[in-house]
């Protein structure tokens, strides 16, 4: 059996990449003046621009028959049929299923989890509305007004970014919080905006025994109890869990009638579409909470229906993987032109570098080539005054992935036009560059005399030839953020396909809590410690001798 490199497709890739890599983008869009008409698509309100791509239609051609050639249709259709795709942990790896709007059946080990599903969403429902009407009372009969969630990784990330996103759409007199560093001043500075008369508490914990989780918790839980004569059979009444540990619930303190249940083919990073969508749903309302489901279902069936060629999360993972193993890219910045949207790119560091941030195959085998990207990035325009130079004049190469809603409900239509030309003209500048010629014209307009041109001149040069994708939404409403986020999950599935690793287990973060666990019971002994190496006894021992001064 070929491996990857080894395979004819990959060779074909490698050859190509050689006869164009010196290619600019200003070449090919002056060959081909229809680029855009060939290399945009139009998803219901999206549209996804990929033509300031480093490619041709050789190279694009050549990237599908990649596809085709690790059967990505198969596995596809693996994941959406609930095959044991994750294979380390034993698992089907199902979060499609849990936005699935149609009347199908899921199958798993003979029973159709749809019901189970669609029991957890009735739920869900019927308490945002009690919440949302006043039928749901705090113990002294108030309303509840302050949410709290309180999780870590994706039982947080994906909440918040989807509240701080769809804040047009928020509840009125209903405010959100996130807690999820177990640093103590994340859930103090919290607490000090509360009235636990007034609060609901969300504990978002599959096991119930997350480190960070149930640390916040049980702070939040003390400080609860602390005020005004609270008992613990108060704790019912501000506390829910999202959860599958009955019995750990029970011994908090929570009523199991209020747990909400989610399964363990749903991963963390994948799970806003769960029961942990309950602090979502509670801030925009159910209503929208189930458009937002709507959005990725369609979403879900573009990836899986659309040939390869029309396919936008395949050709963003082609795309990905161009750049990644072939242009040498170490990096991927994601600027979203929309301030609601700046948690965006938190969010799809979880996704995509804990999914696909592997070193070995499925079969346990290192692998001989790059499997994902540093993903970074901060909303423009204020990114345009930070690291934008670095991606113009800079030695590397940073594909960008600019995202915009042409229309919001914030700000006037000026703002949303000047912001908008930004977008556009970045783009396009990171594309066309300026060249010297360009730029020794510019200057001696502006009377600026030669001797003094030749010494500035290399400093105002712009390569270009930076490659960018454009997603544009006409409005950035639930439905449009679901087709989002499930547009990104699906290019990471396609990505981890083609290299083969499986990008739903994350066994990377398991070492530093193990050898934390050991550490903290060494912070409170009177001894000295020596068991580790000089730096780690160095540190500890620091802290030892300075914690009571």
Same mark, same amino acid.
């Given at each position: 059996?070929?491996?990857?490199?080894?395979?004819?497709? #990959?060779?074909?890739?490698?050859? &190509?990449?050689?006869?164009?890599?010196?290619?600019?983008?200003?070449?090919?869009?002056?060959?081909?003046?229809?680029?855009?008409?060939?290399?945009?698509?139009?998803?219901?309100?999206?549209?996804?621009?990929?033509?300031?791509?480093?490619?041709?239609?050789?190279?694009?051609?050549?990237?599908?028959?990649?596809? @085709?050639?690790?059967?990505?249709?198969?596995?596809?259709?693996?994941?959406?049929?609930?095959?044991?795709?994750?294979?380390?942990?034993?698992?089907?790896?199902?979060?499609?299923?849990?936005?699935?709007?149609?009347?199908?059946?899921?199958?798993?080990?003979?029973?159709?989890?749809?019901?189970?599903?669609?029991?957890?969403?009735?739920?869900?429902?019927?308490?945002?509305?009690?919440?949302?009407?006043?039928?749901?009372?705090?113990?002294?009969?108030?309303?509840?007004?302050?949410?709290?969630?309180?999780?870590?990784?994706?039982?947080?990330?994906?909440?918040?970014?989807?509240?701080?996103? /769809?804040?047009?759409?928020?509840?009125?007199?209903?405010?959100?919080?996130?807690?999820?560093?177990?640093?103590?001043?994340?859930?103090?500075?919290?607490?000090? $905006?509360?009235?636990?008369?007034?609060?609901?508490?969300?504990?978002?914990?599959?096991?119930?025994?997350?480190?960070?989780?149930?640390?916040?918790?049980?702070?939040?839980? %003390?400080?609860? /109890?602390?005020?005004?004569?609270?008992?613990?059979?108060?704790?019912?009444?501000?506390?829910?869990?999202?959860?599958?540990?009955?019995?750990? =619930?029970?011994?908090?303190?929570?009523?199991?009638?209020?747990?909400? @249940?989610?399964?363990?083919?749903?991963?963390?990073?994948?799970?806003? #579409?769960?029961?942990?969508?309950?602090?979502?749903?509670?801030?925009?309302?159910?209503?929208? +909470?189930?458009?937002?489901?709507?959005?990725?279902?369609?979403?879900?069936? &573009?990836?899986?229906?659309?040939?390869?060629?029309?396919?936008?999360?395949?050709?963003?993972?082609?795309?990905?993987?161009?750049?990644?193993?072939?242009?040498?890219?170490?990096? &991927?910045?994601?600027?979203?032109?929309? $301030?609601?949207?700046?948690? +965006?790119?938190?969010? /799809?560091?979880?996704?995509?570098?804990?999914?696909?941030?592997?070193?070995?195959?499925?079969?346990?085998?290192?692998?001989?080539?790059?499997?994902?990207?540093?993903? #970074?990035?901060?909303?423009?325009?204020?990114? $345009?005054?930070?690291? +934008?130079?670095?991606? &113009?004049?800079?030695?590397?190469?940073?594909?960008?992935?600019?995202?915009?809603?042409?229309?919001?409900?914030?700000?006037?239509?000026?703002?949303?036009?000047?912001?908008?030309?930004?977008?556009?003209?970045?783009?396009?500048?990171?594309? %066309?560059?300026?060249?010297?010629?360009?730029?020794?014209?510019?200057?001696?307009?502006?009377?600026?005399?030669?001797?003094?041109?030749?010494?500035?001149?290399?400093?105002?040069?712009?390569?270009?030839?930076?490659?960018?994708?454009?997603?544009?939404?006409?409005?950035?409403?639930?439905?449009? /953020?679901?087709?989002?986020?499930?547009?990104?999950?699906?290019?990471?599935? =396609?990505?981890?396909?083609? #290299?083969?690793?499986?990008?739903?287990?994350?066994?990377? =973060?398991?070492?530093?809590?193990?050898?934390?666990?050991?550490?903290?019971?060494?912070?409170?002994?009177?001894?000295?410690?020596?068991?580790?190496?000089?730096?780690?006894?160095?540190?500890?021992?620091?802290?030892?001798?300075?914690?009571?001064?």
């Amino acid at each position: 059996m070929f491996t990857l490199t080894e395979s004819d497709e #990959w060779g074909a890739l490698q050859e &190509h990449y050689d006869s164009i890599s010196n290619v600019h983008l200003k070449t090919l869009f002056e060959k081909d003046k229809e680029r855009f008409d060939k290399f945009h698509i139009k998803f219901n309100d999206i549209l996804f621009d990929f033509s300031k791509n480093r490619l041709d239609n050789i190279a694009f051609k050549l990237l599908v028959r990649l596809a @085709e050639h690790r059967k990505l249709k198969e596995k596809i259709k693996a994941m959406f049929t609930g095959e044991k795709i994750n294979t380390t942990e034993n698992r089907a790896v199902l979060h499609t299923a849990l936005r699935n709007r149609s009347i199908d059946e899921v199958i798993i080990e003979g029973r159709d989890i749809m019901t189970d599903i669609k029991a957890v969403l009735k739920k869900m429902k019927k308490f945002v509305g009690d919440v949302h009407t006043g039928k749901w009372k705090g113990c002294t009969g108030m309303p509840i007004s302050h949410i709290v969630n309180i999780g870590i990784g994706g039982s947080h990330l994906g909440p918040a970014m989807i509240c701080e996103a /769809l804040k047009p759409y928020a509840k009125p007199g209903i405010s959100v919080h996130f807690v999820s560093n177990i640093d103590g001043c994340d859930i103090a500075e919290t607490l000090k $905006q509360l009235n636990p008369e007034t609060t609901l508490f969300l504990i978002a914990s599959k096991t119930f025994t997350t480190q960070e989780t149930m640390t916040n918790a049980n702070t939040a839980k %003390k400080w609860f /109890l602390s005020t005004d004569g609270k008992k613990e059979s108060d704790i019912a009444l501000h506390f829910i869990a999202l959860s599958t540990n009955t019995e750990a =619930v029970k011994q908090f303190g929570i009523n199991p009638k209020n747990m909400f @249940e989610f399964w363990d083919w749903v991963g963390g990073r994948y799970s806003l #579409w769960s029961a942990i969508g309950l602090s979502i749903a509670l801030y925009i309302g159910f209503d929208n +909470f189930e458009m937002l489901l709507q959005g990725a279902y369609e979403m879900d069936m &573009h990836f899986r229906n659309a040939p390869y060629e029309e396919n936008i999360p395949v050709i963003m993972a082609l795309l990905g993987i161009w750049y990644v193993n072939f242009f040498n890219a170490k990096t &991927h910045a994601v600027i979203p032109y929309y $301030q609601n949207l700046r948690m +965006f790119p938190e969010f /799809l560091q979880q996704l995509d570098m804990e999914s696909n941030g592997k070193r070995v195959d499925k079969f346990g085998e290192l692998v001989e080539y790059s499997t994902g990207p540093v993903v #970074w990035g901060v909303p423009g325009t204020n990114a $345009q005054h930070s690291f +934008f130079q670095l991606i &113009h004049q800079g030695t590397q190469i940073i594909p960008v992935d600019f995202i915009a809603p042409l229309f919001t409900d914030c700000g006037n239509e000026e703002q949303r036009r000047i912001l908008l030309s930004n977008l556009f003209a970045q783009s396009e500048a990171l594309m %066309k560059g300026k060249t010297e010629v360009e730029v020794k014209a510019e200057l001696t307009m502006s009377g600026i005399k030669e001797r003094d041109i030749n010494k500035i001149i290399g400093h105002k040069i712009f390569p270009g030839n930076i490659p960018s994708n454009t997603i544009l939404l006409k409005k950035l409403n639930p439905e449009t /953020l679901g087709s989002l986020i499930a547009m990104y999950e699906h290019k990471v599935f =396609v990505q981890g396909a083609i #290299w083969d690793i499986n990008s739903f287990d994350q066994w990377g =973060v398991e070492l530093g809590k193990q050898l934390a666990k050991k550490i903290l019971p060494e912070l409170d002994s009177d001894n000295e410690i020596t068991i580790h190496d000089s730096s780690t006894n160095g540190l500890i021992n620091y802290y030892k001798e300075n914690k009571n001064k």
